[in-house]
T-cell receptor, first 114, second 116 residues
Framework: GAGVSQSPSNKVTEKGKDVELRCDPISGHTALYWYRQSLGQGLEFLIYFQGNSAPDKSGLPSDRFSAERTGGSVSTLTIQRTQQEDSAVYLC????????????FGNGTRLTVT | AQSVTQLDSQVPVFEEAPVELRCNYSSSVSVYLFWYVQYPNQGLQLLLKYLSGSTLVESINGFEAEFNKSQTSFHLRKPSVHISDTAEYFCAVSEARGSTLGRLYFGRGTQLTVWP
């Protein structure tokens, strides 16, 4: 597709379960970002990839969060042992060069932990 | 690292009134500046960007933003708003060089609500 694709669009899970969120960036985009958007909290940076490596993972809130990217394309964000405070919209974005090119965002995955 | 401050979390205005959404960032190093807009139930979209050159940049729907290096600001303005401009607006900053070259820092967002 032409844009950044995220799946699922909505995910409801029970506290303590693991979840996997997927992001398909725009073809050819080398940089990929994960952000979390909570009500009233704005956009919280989680991690970014340049190719398959993650030069900056400083935003991951705990060791329950991990992300990987394979083949310089698809990325998965995994949350283990989910907690209610993990409920948020998880946004993925990609861009084709560093610094000056804008991010293209997906529509996000709305995660609800019950 | 940068921090981005959007001073107003909510801005209510009447239709056809002018509006200014404020954005300040923390560092005076060389930066790229962006405004993104998020309409209800949609993802973020780029509204406009400053990379270099003229400090006044415009979008196709009448918004403009001015880069002020001395004040480290990038305020967004529109002389006459429409109801369809109701959305959340995010200011973002990327450093042009250095160890955080790839990272984009966002403000907390400003909810613009336009009333008839």
């Amino acid at each position: 597709g032409a844009g950044v694709s995220q799946s699922p669009s909505n995910k409801v899970t029970e506290k303590g379960k693991d979840v996997e969120l997927r992001c398909d960036p725009i073809s050819g985009h080398t940089a990929l970002y994960w952000y979390r958007q909570s009500l009233g909290q704005g956009l919280e940076f989680l991690i970014y990839f340049q190719g398959n490596s993650a030069p900056d993972k400083s935003g991951l809130p705990s060791d329950r969060f991990s992300a990987e990217r394979t083949g310089g394309s698809v990325s998965t964000l995994t949350i283990q042992r989910t907690q209610q405070e993990d409920s948020a919209v998880y946004l993925c974005a990609s861009r084709d060069r560093g610094g000056h090119s804008p991010l293209h965002f997906g529509n996000g995955t709305r995660l609800t932990v019950t | 690292a940068q921090s981005v401050t959007q001073l107003d979390s909510q801005v209510p205005v009447f239709e056809e009134a002018p509006v200014e959404l404020r954005c300040n960032y923390s560092s005076s190093v060389s930066v790229y500046l962006f405004w993104y807009v998020q309409y209800p139930n949609q993802g973020l979209q780029l509204l406009l960007k400053y990379l270099s050159g003229s400090t006044l940049v415009e979008s196709i729907n009448g918004f403009e933003a001015e880069f002020n290096k001395s004040q480290t600001s990038f305020h967004l303005r529109k002389p006459s708003v429409h109801i369809s401009d109701t959305a959340e607006y995010f200011c973002a900053v990327s450093e042009a060089r250095g160890s955080t070259l790839g990272r984009l820092y966002f403000g907390r967002g400003t909810q613009l609500t336009v009333w008839p």
